[in-house]
């Protein structure tokens, strides 16, 4: 009888804990009571309350590292576009501490592509970076953005001790409202073996991004590579609306399946 109970009742402890956390119980970023808090909590088993983790997991309400707590991301969907396109962003819902240094930066005439995805005129200049992206001092992405001039002439200024170019955009009034992602593999250059630590032919996640103002003016046209194993995204399709989303991918204890894999 108990067993027949069981499905249910992690799917009732889900739920709550699905509420407490919309109602701001623990914060964004905050973390859960521990597995053997929980079932105290709820009287169930410890199995239980990991399948009610697991079910919030997928959800993207909370995210978990091996060894710590669940923490609780950003109620979403309200901050999911945000933190999608800033990766400081991201990195603190997650329970991460972000960083990066530049590696390259260039004024130069815009190539054709970003002629194109920046609308601008051909021979127009635009100011263009390479940058390493850390997660708590791991390499993680290699990331290669064009900004038009006036944009490029902000970023090019930020302190070197800064590491979230959305927000200092902000800061100058600068809105980011619209974005277009395209999601594929592509295969590690030298460069970006140097970088992020892997054998050149590795496979990458690439994620190419522009980013518009309230205007439909485009702000950035980025490129970014992620090593394997490091971050994942979940596309979540309704009728009234398509949110994507990013998580951060990890190697799951006693080998538990990953959602989606």
């Given at each position: 009888m108990?067993?027949?109970?069981?499905?249910?009742?992690?799917?009732?402890?889900a739920?709550?804990?699905r509420?407490?956390?919309?109602?701001?119980?623990?914060?964004?970023?905050?973390?859960?009571?521990?597995?053997?808090?929980?079932?105290r909590?709820?009287?169930?088993?410890?199995g239980?309350?990991?399948?009610?983790?697991a079910?919030?997991?997928?959800e993207?309400?909370?995210?978990?590292?091996?060894?710590?707590?669940?923490?609780?991301l950003?109620?979403?969907?309200?901050?999911d576009?945000?933190?999608?396109?800033?990766?400081?962003r991201?990195a603190?819902?997650?329970?991460?501490?972000?960083?990066?240094?530049?590696?390259?930066?260039?004024?130069?005439p815009?190539?054709?592509?970003?002629?194109?995805?920046?609308?601008?005129?051909?021979?127009?200049?635009?100011?263009?970076?390479?940058?390493?992206?850390?997660?708590?001092?791991?390499?993680?992405?290699?990331?290669?953005?064009a900004?038009p001039?006036?944009?490029g002439?902000?970023?090019?200024?930020?302190?070197?001790?800064?590491?979230?170019?959305?927000?200092?955009?902000?800061?100058?009034?600068?809105?980011?409202?619209?974005?277009?992602?395209?999601?594929?593999?592509?295969l590690?250059?030298?460069?970006?073996?140097?970088?992020?630590?892997?054998?050149?032919?590795?496979p990458?996640?690439r994620?190419r991004?522009?980013?518009t103002?309230?205007?439909?003016?485009p702000?950035?046209?980025?490129?970014?590579?992620?090593?394997p194993?490091?971050?994942?995204?979940?596309?979540?399709?309704?009728?009234?609306?398509t949110?994507?989303?990013?998580?951060?991918?990890?190697?799951?204890?006693?080998?538990?399946?990953?959602a989606?894999?």
């Amino acid at each position: 009888m108990t067993g027949s109970r069981e499905p249910v009742r992690y799917r009732q402890v889900a739920a709550d804990l699905r509420q407490a956390v919309a109602a701001d119980a623990y914060g964004p970023g905050g973390r859960l009571p521990s597995e053997e808090a929980l079932a105290r909590q709820y009287q169930v088993s410890r199995g239980t309350i990991r399948q009610s983790l697991a079910l919030l997991r997928h959800e993207g309400v909370v995210t978990s590292r091996r060894g710590t707590r669940r923490v609780v991301l950003e109620s979403p969907p309200l901050q999911d576009f945000a933190e999608l396109l800033s990766f400081s962003r991201w990195a603190r819902a997650v329970g991460e501490r972000p960083g990066g240094r530049v590696v390259r930066e260039e004024h130069r005439p815009a190539t054709p592509e970003e002629q194109r995805q920046l609308r601008l005129e051909p021979q127009a200049p635009v100011y263009w970076v390479l940058r390493l992206r850390t997660l708590t001092d791991c390499p993680v992405m290699v990331e290669r953005t064009a900004y038009p001039q006036a944009v490029g002439a902000l970023v090019s200024g930020m302190p070197p001790e800064a590491v979230s170019v959305t927000e200092l955009l902000e800061r100058h009034g600068i809105v980011l409202a619209d974005a277009d992602h395209t999601i594929d593999l592509v295969l590690a250059e030298a460069e970006d073996a140097e970088l992020l630590g892997c054998p050149v032919g590795s496979p990458l996640l690439r994620e190419r991004r522009r980013t518009t103002d309230p205007a439909g003016v485009p702000v950035e046209w980025s490129e970014d590579r992620y090593l394997p194993g490091t971050v994942a995204f979940t596309m979540h399709n309704s009728l009234a609306s398509t949110a994507l989303t990013r998580s951060r991918a990890t190697v799951p204890a006693e080998a538990e399946p990953e959602a989606g894999s």
